[in-house]
Nanobody, 120 residues
Framework: QVQLVESGGDSVQAGGSLTLSCTASTTTAGYCMAWYRQAAGKQLEWISLITNGGVTHYARSVKGRFTISRDRDNAKNTLDLQMNDLQPEDTARYYC?????????????WGQGTQVNVSS
């Protein structure tokens, strides 16, 4: 089973930017990939996904500020999340998720997460 490792989490001030990365242990060609986040004491929240055809979708809370992309530099095992205009409410642990059959739901594979802290 593919393994996912997130990186790029950090502490930033409101209005700042970060790029999160997720690297898979094998190729993710054909996979649907997604980003989720979980703030302390809150439920897991879906924030973005990218289909195996490159179609992107965003939660209303991040649309226009976050950009999901995959296969950086033609590597077939990366997933990125460019986050701009970060706000304190974006503070959370961010997880990437994957599903090998291309269906964008009920993701069975998850990384361990990377922490993003945004101060006002």
């Amino acid at each position: 089973q593919v393994q996912l490792v997130e990186s790029g989490g950090d502490s930033v001030q409101a209005g700042g930017s970060l790029t999160l990365s997720c690297t898979a242990s094998t190729t993710t060609a054909g996979y649907c990939m997604a980003w989720y986040r979980q703030a302390a004491g809150k439920q897991l929240e879906w924030i973005s996904l990218i289909t195996n055809g490159g179609v992107t979708h965003y939660a209303r809370s991040v649309k226009g500020r976050f950009t999901i992309s995959r296969d950086r530099d033609n590597a077939k095992n990366t997933l990125d999340l460019q986050m701009n205009d970060l706000q304190p409410e974006d503070t959370a642990r961010y997880y990437c998720a994957a599903r090998s059959d291309g269906i964008c739901a009920n993701f069975p594979v998850w990384g361990q997460g990377t922490q993003v802290n945004v101060s006002s």
